[in-house]
């Protein structure tokens, strides 16, 4: 299914008062540091269900009995944001954080604008890196506004009353005000436009660890997940999509799906088919006895192998430069020694825990969805596309995702459950199921990339040369991000690899897979970039018969950061110490988001040429700590997520279709083959950094060098699994 460009053409422009006021644009680590301009109060529409009477910006409501509510901007995942974000208000309200009431913020692109990417957006690592300033100058600017008024009140000077605990404390008389008592006064005053915000000396909550404020209720089954969705009179659907890209659908059986007691309609679409039931096993029977049959279309006979000999062709020819310093072919041709490698990464698929699902209930007056999505006004706008319906008339609610990873970037499974609603009378829950899922994802691209490097008569690299073939999500998602013909996405990692040499040459060349629908991927670049960049790395480190540590360090002199991180990283692992025969270490760095990651992978690799990850040693350092404890619990999972796909992962196309159907043949890491894991953080006053994908993107190159550690093999082509039994590393 067609995703479109809906994304850039459907959102109106925020206004300069709306969206982001730059006061900075200083470059950190990659990314921006933006100044950010709070709504006006003004502007804030009574979307919300509190009632309270003071709202002084999009994010802050707190009601006369003193209630704080926190709208909040970005959508909980699993990666501790109901937890880190709330601290950033509590810290400069002065509130009991465990008594912050949070609410999923409405549909907005305007009011709850992502400031690193200008959209209603939690990806790409930028939960605390965008909303840091922001929230902590919404929770000032209340704290500000609720002295003023207490001051009032009092009739004292405000500078002689502090903020405490969820209270106004007149100083030199111990008075005391409740925030609820000054509420109303407080809601009259003028909106102060700059505000003092706190130093990190003087934090309280900010940079100590915190349990997850999330955690109770999906341990009691009281948080709800858009799977959860239940309304009264709520019928259930079960899809079934051509199981070939660009397929249609011919016929289905309808006598026999009917007869299934339970079933109460068919719906078709044109590459589709819905059974539409009392129950969601009625509907998975009834769409059993429809049998579908489908026309295979235009890639009936497609295969991955296809898809890698277009890229391979594609490989050969000159791309759009991303990135060119000093002249690389030359140096190349005139170094003492020249080292060429080809390296490949599969299609994968997301895979989360939670099936993709929405619920929707369209009626002459509008449409409600519940659904749980990392895009709320994109996908607000997609429906208001279909449907042609006003935006106060696509009413989104949204609720915790059950994983993201990006798939939920996307609205496509949206639009389809609204295809379906608009035939059916009543409210309907469209569940893909687990093979569905996975079979009609919209996939990591497959990428190749062609690598060379100069050296000289010691292994030093003189001349870097790389040329990246893939998709673009940018080119689909985001058009106006190509910049030069380069999307810079696809050569993030590859085009600012943090290593000081005086000649580099990265291009892209854009080979898009016949009808097969890529996207994000907890990262992209990111974590595709660095397994070749630190693969390569480790590569010339070898050929100069030199040590991986050693080797990088010497190529990070201005980079102190990076040096650091792998330093301790090396530290920890016992980096240098001898292990038994079949054992290695692995070590890679990478630098993205704002942050500084290295890690250690220590690996048995057994007779078979099975692949044995035992120990993960990760060092950190993403700038101010918002809450160390996520950062720990991001590390460990993207490790976990990382390993899974370098071990096992891989989508494969034969006959025009994914061959994958569930965790059985799309493995995942299981619990007795996780590795130990140490996660180190260092302490800085430097930006924060993102830390959703970092991890992931580490631990693949640091798997992959240990394995050369322990057998002398270099693995250029993921997954390492099979590969490595069937060419018998051991």
């Known amino acids: 299914m067609k995703t479109g460009l809906i994304e850039t053409q459907a959102i109106a422009s925020p206004s300069r008062r709306n969206f982001l006021k730059v006061t900075a644009a200083t470059a950190i680590g990659g990314g921006l540091l933006l100044g950010f301009g709070l709504p006006a109060r003004s502007e804030i529409r009574d979307t919300l269900t509190t009632g309270a009477p003071f709202a002084p910006n999009a994010f802050l409501r707190i009601d006369r009995a003193g209630k704080v509510t926190f709208v909040m901007p970005m959508i909980e995942m699993g990666q501790g944001t109901y937890t880190s974000l709330p601290m950033l208000i509590a810290e400069e309200l002065e509130v009991d954080v465990d008594k912050v009431a949070i609410e999923h913020s409405p549909a907005d692109d305007k009011l709850y604008v992502n400031p690193l990417i200008g959209l209603q957006m939690t990806g790409a690592s930028t939960a605390i890196r965008g909303m840091y300033v922001p929230l902590r100058q919404a929770g000032a600017t209340a704290r500000v506004m609720l002295v003023t008024a207490a001051a009032q009140r009092w009739k004292v000077d405000p500078s002689t009353c502090r903020a405490e605990n969820g209270a106004v404390v007149h100083a030199p008389t111990g008075r005391k005000l409740g925030y609820g008592a000054v509420v109303d006064a407080a809601a009259k005053l003028p909106v102060p436009e700059k505000v003092a915000l706190k130093e990190p000396a003087e934090f309280k909550l900010v ?80 769409l059993a006895a429809a049998a579908p049959q489908w026309d295979a279309g235009p890639n009936a006979k497609l295969s991955t192998a296809d898809v890698v000999a277009q890229l391979a062709s594609a490989s050969e020819k000159p791309g759009a430069v991303a990135r060119h310093d000093g002249d690389a072919a030359a140096a190349i041709a005139g170094a003492a020694r020249k080292i060429d490698a080809i390296y490949e990464q599969p299609f994968l698929a997301h895979a989360t825990m939670e099936p993709m699902n929405c619920t929707v209930h369209v009626t002459k007056e509008g449409c409600d969805i519940w659904v749980g999505t990392q895009i709320p006004g994109t996908t607000q706008a997609a429906v208001m596309k279909l449907t042609g319906l006003k935006r106060e008339q696509v009413r989104i609610h949204n609720h915790l995702l059950g994983g993201g990873f990006g798939r939920r970037l996307e609205f496509d499974g949206t639009v389809r459950a609204v295809q379906i609603a608009q035939h059916v009378r009543g409210p ?100 595709r970039g660095t397994f070749v960049v630190e693969s390569f790395i480790d590569e010339l480190a070898a050929n100069a018969k030199g040590d991986p540590l050693a080797y990088r360090i010497a190529l990070l002199e201005k980079n102190p950061r990076a040096r650091t991180v792998l330093q301790l990283a090396a530290e920890r692992s016992g980096w240098g110490k001898p292990l ?7 070590i890679a760095l990478c630098t993205g988001f704002g942050s500084f990651i290295a890690q250690v992978v220590q690996v048995s690799v057994d007779k078979d040429g099975g692949v044995n990850p035992a120990h993960v040693w990760c060092a950190v350092d993403c700038g101010i700590q918002v809450n160390p404890d996520t950062i720990r619990a991001q590390m460990e999972s993207g490790i976990i997520f990382g390993l899974s796909a370098a071990l096992y992962g891989e989508i494969t196309i034969k006959d025009g279709r994914v061959e ?19 996660v180190h953080l260092v302490k800085s006053l430097e930006a924060p950094g993102g830390i959703g994908e970092p991890g992931t993107s580490c631990v693949m190159p640091a798997l992959t060098n240990a394995i050369f550690a322990a057998t002398g093999k270099r693995i250029r082509k993921l997954p390492v699994g099979d590969q490595a039994k069937k060419e018998g590393i051991a």
């Open 660 to 678: 994958q159907t569930n965790f059985g043949d799309y493995r995942v890491l299981r619990i007795n083959e996780a590795p130990q894991i140490d």
């Open 207 to 286: 940079g100590k660890p915190h349990r997850r404020l999330d955690s109770a209720g999906k341990v009691n089954g009281s948080a709800k997940f858009g799977i959860d969705t239940r309304l009264p009179g709520m019928k259930f659907a079960a899809v079934a999509a051509s199981p070939t890209f660009g397929g249609k659908l011919v016929s289905v059986d309808e006598a026999k799906a009917k007869a299934v007691p339970g079933v109460s309609q068919v719906v078709r679409l044109d590459d589709a088919v819905a059974i539409v039931a009392a129950h969601t096993w009625a509907a998975k029977q009834g």
């Open 428 to 527: 309907v829950q469209v569940i893909w199921s687990r093979e569905e899922d996975i079979q009609h994802d919209m996939y990591r691209p497959y990428y190749y990339d062609r690598l060379s490097a100069g050296v000289d008569a010691q292994g030093k690299p003189v001349a870097w040369s790389h040329r990246i073939a893939g998709s673009s999500i940018v080119a689909r998602y985001n058009p106006a991000g190509i910049k030069n013909g380069v999307d810079p996405d696809a050569v993030e990692s590859s085009a600012n690899h943090p290593y000081e040499l005086r000649a580099v040459h990265v291009d892209w060349v854009a080979q898009e897979p016949p009808g097969i629908p890529t996207t994000w991927w907890r990262g992209v670049g990111i974590t």
């Open 580 to 586: 038994p025969a079949g054992q290695g270490r692995g």
